[in-house]
């Protein structure tokens, strides 16, 4: 099946301009999950040659105090009923505090509202509209490719600085690409790898305490030129190892800011973000914080950036993220 392109999309009359709202079919829901079918799990399934397994999870309470400075850590207790038996629980799980995927209800648009026009009052604890369960029913099975953004600019001398928000541009990308030899596939995870999530585990605690009073680190960049290369190589999600998937604080220059929105009382400052056009209008699934050393590591070795990911976030109806389960094998 052929899709248009984002300038094509930017064209529409009959939904808001630069959406795939209906693209999918009217009513779909599962953005560019839609992207992966059973010719992409097939030919990710092929792909693994050693059975080698990456865990790309960091484990529950890993950013804490968070990086969003909004969510505190989870309660875990474990209880019995006999000498024998053993049970827990969770008390105050922030479903996106640790390693996550976004549902497309996790942001809406200003102008335009949630991903497909479903209304604001379909968005409330317990409705399924956008929930995470959504993805969580599918499951994403496809071809995961890495692309190790701070290795490569390890390798040229032009380390990353992790406590910026240096802004990774689709030229970048295109030349860690060429670099690694990967080439794109309708269906991919894209990982981007910038080392962030092992430097902000290295800080002391009271630097992660005070964190989020200056938020800032490295991530895509903030254009219409991003927009449009995310779309146009039919990517199912991207994922990084960072905090947002894309700088922080954002890029004022990028025409996404709106400068009569009024700033949030508390929490991630979302206005100029390219969460709300990939979210809400492209319906573009993102994961954050994932844990892709290991897996980095081992591409580098054997120069080979493709692998089989697989991630079944948690079946929670209307959720609106989720630690991804995710992994990848080789």
């Known amino acids: ?3 248009p392109t984002y300038q094509e999309l930017l064209d529409r009359d009959d939904a ?12 779909n829901q599962l953005g560019t999950l839609n992207f992966i079918g059973p010719e992409q799990i097939l030919d990710a399934v092929g792909l693994v040659r050693r059975g080698a397994v990456f865990n790309l999870d960091y484990p529950v309470n890993a950013f804490v105090p968070a990086p969003s400075g909004t969510r505190p850590a989870a309660v875990h207790h474990v209880f019995s009923n006999n000498p024998n038996h053993r049970d827990d629980w969770l008390d105050s799980f922030y479903l996106q505090s640790t390693s996550q995927i976004d549902s497309l209800r996790h942001i ?3 102008t335009h509202g949630f991903y497909a026009g479903v209304p604001d009052d379909a968005i409330d604890t317990n409705t399924p509209d956008l929930g995470i369960q959504l993805v969580a029913e599918r499951g994403i099975l496809t071809r995961g490719v890495l692309l190790d953004v701070a290795r490569y600019f390890d390798g040229i001398g032009r380390p990353i600085d992790l406590d910026s928000n240096q802004m990774i541009t689709p030229e970048d990308l295109d030349a860690v690409a060429r670099a690694q030899g990967v080439e794109f596939r309708q269906g991919d995870v ?6 962030w999530a092992p430097y902000f585990l290295s800080l002391s605690a009271e630097d992660r305490k005070n964190f989020p009073s200056r938020l800032r680190h490295p991530g895509l960049i903030q254009s219409a030129e991003m927009i449009e290369w995310l779309w146009d190589h039919r990517f199912a999600m991207v994922a990084s190892d960072d905090s947002g998937v894309e700088a922080h604080p954002v890029r004022a220059e990028s025409g996404l ?11 991630v400052q979302h206005n100029g973000m390219l969460h709300r056009p990939l979210i809400a209008l492209l319906g573009l699934f993102l994961g954050e914080l994932w844990n892709l050393d290991a897996l980095a590591a081992d591409c580098a070795a054997d120069g080979t950036y493709e692998f089989l990911l697989s991630a079944k976030p948690l079946n929670v ?14």
């Open 108 to 110: 809406r648009h200003p």
């Open 190 to 195: 894209l990982l981007i790898r910038t080392g």
């Open 257 to 267: 800011v709106d400068p009569d929105e009024p700033p949030a009382e508390r929490g």
């Open 317 to 330: 109806v209307g959720g609106v993220g989720s630690p991804p389960n995710a992994m990848a094998v080789k």
């Open 1 to 3: 099946m052929s899709y």
């Open 16 to 27: 808001p301009p630069g959406s795939s709202w209906g693209v999918f079919g009217s009513g």
